[in-house]
């Protein structure tokens, strides 16, 4: 299961950066987070003030809430909302989980299904508002996915269903997936990878057509036939560390093809680990760049985001052009700002500072801490956030074993 989702993540997510890994020793029963506010004008962060507990978008699903609250909380001067309970098999598996608002009333429950190969075969969202639920069915072809078929109990007469083929059985290299929904093909991707199985292309199959007509006006439908475009391409040193990726978007003038949107470069340090990335547009010329320091133990110390300057403002963080000096880059004619500058402390095995400042607006300095508090399994059960001294989020866990 674990190698299926790894997979789609990479697939259809955006992986947010995160160098911390949280990890749960032993066999674990169930585990019990929770976020407490300590003080009533310091809750988790709302772009309205009539947003709920889990933000402007409201509760969307657990893994992204999860992935966001893990991001914001080691990496932000805020937090997100995080409350849920989820037991696991003997073997790790989750059953079921439930997540809840600040007054510990039920938002939604997860029920999860597995075939004799310990393989997911059904993912269920039951909402608590309504009783509606969402549902994944999975099928496999060994231990290889097959298809996928989504659809929710609200719209009985909608589905959403999706078929995968990989290089071989067993395998994780995926090269195909396609969508379907109730009305026929709705897009789908092809991976295309080098003689050392490195991915060097990604097609987009696209079912939408335009239609331009002599008086200026167009209309877009969905085709019976899909086209296959470029979506990202990706090249690689001598080393094997991926140093560049074209990204390809929609050319609008004409909707029916694609153009080089820009492109991202990847420069590493003696150790192998990324120094600098770099995004331009399609000459090659620089829109923003990140970046990173490293302790002795690989670990990153300091992250800078450097763009472009907008607006003058006395207060900006000006980057010296001059210490910018790789061949081909095209260096815009507006000053360099650093946007945002972080900075990380670690005890042997925690982060336990972060000092962030940033120039959106008023440029300021938020400095986070970070104390933790473990079980006799060495798992963390608490940990306290401080912000510029004044002790504010307790995150809780309570860990149940298997004998």
Partial sequence: MRKVIFILFLVFSNVLFSQLKDTVFGKVKSVREKIIFLDKNRQNYR?????GDYGHSGFSSNKYTKSRFYSNWYHSGFVHYLNYYKEFDIEGKPNNEEWYDKDNDLVSRYEYQYNKNKKIVQEKEIYSYDGSYKVFNY?????????????????PERFEYSNYLFVKKDSLQLIEFNNYDEEGALNGMKFVYDEFGRKKQ???RNYRVTEYHDDGSSVSYRGRVGKDQKNEEYFYDVKGNLVETHKYGRNYKNENEVQLGS??????????LLEKKITTSENDTLRNFVEYKYDDKNRIIEQAHIHKRFEKRSDDIIFDKSNFMIDGIILPKEDLIIGTLKKYKYDQNNLVELTLTETFGKTRTTTCK???FFDNKKNWVKQVKYIDGK??????RKIRYYE
């Fill in 47 to 51: 772009l309205l003030n009539m947003d």
């Fill in 139 to 155: 099928s496999y072809n060994d231990n290889s996915l097959q298809s996928r078929i989504y659809y929710l109990s609200s719209y």
């Fill in 202 to 204: 990604i097609l987009y």
């Fill in 263 to 272: 492109k991202e470069k990847r420069y590493y340090n003696a150790n192998g």
């Fill in 370 to 372: 970070f104390e933790y």
């Fill in 391 to 396: 002790k504010l989020y307790v995150w809780k």
